[in-house]
């Protein structure tokens, strides 16, 4: 088929449809691109990493975009795994200095950039139905319906499209959200560069960062559940939060607190199905990752140089591109869920508050799940009531008291297992025993 004839329509002008659009347009495609908003909203993810002006610098994107909407980001302070901040300096990285990004700003200069090279762009035209035709799908928005050969979803982490299949996104463990607020420097005067800090705090971490107007954002990222089993407010519930830490806290200091505050879903997901034969996702709809990575918009301007790529491919003949593609998110997927583990595995603090107990038991099963059957325990805390009562509300499938004196009959695990399923008159082997046996260990009651 001849790359001009062939119709392509996007959903989101994000960073990753940004990038699909103009590497397709780069390859002769007629793309129509969907944006629903008017860049008029408030967009979290700020720190764009160094490697990205490679990305940009594929896609032929002018030097002035970046420029014009960002200031340098000298380094990565962090607190984790202890109270004190560790430097990670952007000399060291082979890539340079990364970037604060003023979005929504660099989203609308890049969709513009877009219009200028003749890209079909439609601002504040949201797609609301997507239905199948012969020949591709017809798409139904707010203003004009439209038909178009193949479909890329690069509408999001909320993605609401199926395309006939039944695609989930699955959440990978974890729920994670954050809590976003706004601050102004009293004297609200602008930087040239700014620093991004990391803080990880009994019930979740701060990402806290000036950006280029003066303006200061401060995220707390927490489970959902902590968040609304307090029972406060958003603003109280963050405030409540900022005591608990010591260097966002003192960054904070001379700022005035804004009521710009919001929630924002942060776990991270993959789609079951990313591709088909008229169809892809790219982008946050097709996998997301904690902001912990600091990766989502590089990720996005990847995939979607990626994803041209692979459909310029399969138009061409090659009937596995698609499918290539989707091999290849699935394998980055992989490698991107071990070393999110790896990073929170780092923090040792607070092994019995919920949110780091569940990742680091989480972070076991996948890395090292260390007890076997032969394995020999030993009680190392007798006197452990407040930990057992923990327990118990983190896997209420266990009794916690009757298998911590299985243990001390029976230090051998497969004894020990063997006893506490006589006691609780259980034939079958309970999987959750082994997280149990785990839990004992995380948290210092046996060795
Ligand atoms: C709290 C938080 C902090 C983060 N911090 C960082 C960070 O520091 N660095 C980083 O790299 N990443 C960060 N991220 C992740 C990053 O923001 C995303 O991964 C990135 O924006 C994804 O790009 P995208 O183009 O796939 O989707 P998006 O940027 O979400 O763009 C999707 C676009 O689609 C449009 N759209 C949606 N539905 C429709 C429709 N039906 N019709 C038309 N248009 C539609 C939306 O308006 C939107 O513009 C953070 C995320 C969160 C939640």
Redesign the pocket.
Known sequence: MNSPNFKIGI???????VATAIKLKQYDFKVIL????KYDQI??????AAEAVHELKKLKVPESILRDHSIPCTEVQNAWGNSEIHYNEAIFNPFGESYILSRPNF?SALLQHCKEIGIDVHLE????KIEARTLGWKLSTNKEDTEVHFIID????TSKFNFGAIVQRKKVQDSLI?I?KHLNSEHLQSIDRSHLLVESTSNGWW?TVQIASGKLIS?FMTDPKIFTQSKMSQNDFWNDQLENSIHTKARLDSFEQTNDIFI?S?HSQIATQIQGNTWLK????AQ??D?LS???????LKMGISAADALHDFIQGDANALLTYEDKIRDQHKEYKEKRLAYYQQEHRWLHAPFWYQRILFAKQILNFSITPISRLTIIDSNCKDKILFLNTQLPEINFETLLQSIQLYPLAKDAITNYQKATHQKQMNPWLIYALESFKTIGIIE
């Open positions: 959903i989101g002008g994000g960073p990753a449809g969907f944006e629903a908003s967009t979290v993810g700020e720190h764009l989203d035209t949201r797609i609301s690069a509408s999001g982490r954050g976003t990402y995220t924002q942060a790219v982008g946050d709809a997301s990752f902001p600091s990766a989502g918009i590089i990720k996005g």
